[in-house]
């Protein structure tokens, strides 16, 4: 390096922090040099959001000199997010406009992130489902909450839950519930693996060895933002969801036989305890002649304390669901009557005012897609499309594994594809390679992942209807890929469920990933 010489100022962090970095965690050497700084006057450190961030001691350093950076103890007043991003600077003393950055996540998980009331589901991608509300203290404890699960014949309405909860810097942890006096088994205790993304947002698998009731199923809690006062009025509009479960599980518990499926549709709700109308698509395993779509009329009851209030249908005889509100266009729903449908478990979320033509879907979205083949067992798909607006899909690709077929696609073309959508928010979308599909439009602003985050709004969901595969997806309008990287931290959510019975299972974690590295 010249530290003397001629030429511009130049700062270079020459020992730069790690990207992730935990709350409360030992100190960390860094260490910058400013080219041509012919005094050596060294650079000042600093970071942001102040007063937040951390310390440095000494905050003035020569050439090459190190400082000692301290992350802070505490999470930033008001955070809610578990990696928070910090900025740290050296500044150049001989010219303030001189300077270096370095970008970090801050971990700060800890059970304090998680408080308030929130709706959870999970789904066994089979005959087992749960839905349900608990209540976290911020202290590590569950104090109250009910749920509703249904497997393989039996379902067990509103059993209460108390619990215990941890959650490490990165995120991750355990949540561990009992479900009292369920209808079929007395308590059952359920243990999950969980992974935070912020105060309200958690992905969870449970992870028991399959004493609890879904069986390795997989899902999401969210903070219900529609509480403390629940009421019929927030369910209130159009709607559209999707369901995975067991078609007849009664008949194969008998020794028939039952059948995988998927569902999806669409209904209107008035907010006062009807549902005048509605229409309820179904694929079984091994699609047509097994594909059937119906028109339904129901009612519902008001949300109780948790969120939770009940839907019934004329469906099948007089099916019945509970549905638990996390905001007033996300409903978290399992069947809870008629146990030829076990396990029969999604979520619905509001159209708000999406359009009702081909260009309510224009665009780039990504996409992932599990459901049933013929015989019945798991397949998994992901891939990427775009859409012109006018009903073609001008560009597009599909990796699909149904190992149990030993069929293993990859980067399969979807270009040439086409959709309709013609007055409701009910469509179909053909595929280049003879897939079919109904597709059913949500709010744009609605974020489908995360329904409290209000960025990252819009997308559809879908049901494959061809005689193939019997599957649900979701699509996701997808950032800009000549500027998108793979860069800071996830939460990673994976599903395996396939091949003998209890063989099913949930992945849960955390990653962090740098562009540079």
Same mark, same amino acid.
């Given at each position: 390096d010249n530290l003397g010489g001629t030429g511009s100022l130049l700062v270079q962090m020459v020992q730069p922090p790690p990207q992730y970095v935990q709350m409360g965690s030992a100190g960390i050497g860094l260490a910058a040099t400013v080219l041509y700084d012919k005094n050596n006057v060294g650079v000042t450190w600093s970071c942001a959001p102040a007063g937040s961030c951390g310390s440095f001691n000494p905050t003035t350093t020569g050439?090459?000199?190190? &400082?000692?950076?301290?992350?802070?103890?505490t999470p930033p007043s008001g955070n809610t997010l578990v990696n928070v991003p910090i900025t740290i600077t050296a500044t150049s003393e001989a010219d303030s406009t001189q300077t270096a950055t370095a970008s970090i996540f801050l971990q700060v998980g800890s059970v304090a992130l998680l408080q308030g009331q929130y709706a959870f589901v999970l789904e066994g991608q089979g005959s087992y489902g749960m839905a349900g509300s608990l209540t976290l203290d911020g202290n590590g404890n569950v104090t109250e909450g009910e749920a509703d699960a249904s497997a393989n014949g039996f379902y067990s309405p509103a059993s209460p839950i108390t619990g215990t909860y941890s959650l490490d810097p990165t995120g991750h942890g355990t949540l561990s519930i009992i479900l009292g006096n369920t209808s079929c088994c007395g308590n059952v205790p359920q243990?999950?693996?969980? &992974?935070?993304?912020?105060?309200?947002? @958690?992905?969870?698998?449970?992870?028991?060895?399959?004493?609890?009731?879904?069986?390795?199923?997989?899902?999401?809690?969210?903070?219900? &933002?529609?509480?403390?006062?629940f009421?019929?009025?927030?369910?209130?509009?159009?709607?559209?969801?999707?369901?995975?479960?067991?078609s007849a599980a009664a008949v194969k518990a008998a020794g028939g036989t039952g059948l995988n499926g998927s569902w999806g549709g669409i209904f209107t709700a008035d907010g006062v305890g009807t549902i005048p109308n509605g229409?309820?698509?179904?694929?079984? @395993?091994?699609?047509?002649?097994?594909?059937?779509? @119906?028109?339904?009329?129901?009612?519902?009851?008001?949300?109780?304390?948790?969120?939770?209030?009940?839907?019934?249908?004329?469906?099948?005889?007089?099916?019945e669901y509970a549905y638990y509100l996390v905001t007033p266009e996300v409903l978290r729903i399992t069947t809870i009557t008629n146990t030829g449908f076990a396990g029969n478990t999604g979520s619905a979320y509001g159209q708000g005012s999406v359009a009702t033509t081909s260009a309510a879907l224009t665009g780039s979205y990504v996409f992932t897609n599990f459901g049933f083949d013929v015989p019945g067992n798991a397949f998994g798909a992901a891939g990427q499309l775009t859409t012109d607006g006018s009903g073609n899909i001008s560009s597009g690709i599909e990796d699909l594994n149904d190992s149990a077929n030993s069929v293993l696609t990859l980067a399969q073309s979807l270009a040439g594809g086409t959709y309709v959508i013609s007055g409701s928010p009910r469509g179909t979308i053909t595929g280049s390679n003879g897939q079919t599909y109904n597709v059913y439009l949500t709010d744009p602003n609605l974020n489908l992942l995360d329904p409290n985050n209000t960025t990252g709004g819009g997308g559809a969901l879908f049901l494959e209807t061809d005689a193939t595969y019997s599957s649900i997806g979701m699509m996701i309008p997808q950032a800009d890929p000549a500027t998108a990287a793979l860069d800071g931290p996830y939460a990673l959510?994976?599903?395996?469920?396939?091949?003998?019975?209890?063989?099913?299972?949930?992945? @849960?974690?955390?990653?962090?990933?740098?562009?540079?590295?």
């Open positions: 050439y090459q000199i190190p &400082t000692l950076y301290t992350p802070p103890t243990t999950h693996s969980i &992974t935070a993304t912020s105060s309200s947002h @958690v992905i969870l698998a449970e992870a028991d060895q399959f004493t609890g009731f879904t069986v390795g199923g997989v899902g999401s809690m969210d903070l219900q &933002t529609a509480g403390p006062n009421s019929a009025s927030q369910v209130s509009g159009g709607y559209s969801f999707t369901l995975t479960g067991f229409i309820f698509d179904t694929n079984t @395993v091994g699609g047509s002649p097994n594909y059937s779509s @119906v028109p339904f009329v129901g009612t519902f009851t008001a949300p109780d304390a948790n969120g939770r209030g009940t839907i019934s249908t004329n469906l099948n005889g007089g099916t959510l994976l599903s395996d469920q396939n091949g003998l019975k209890n063989s099913d299972g949930g992945f @849960v974690g955390s990653m962090g990933t740098s562009s540079t590295t």
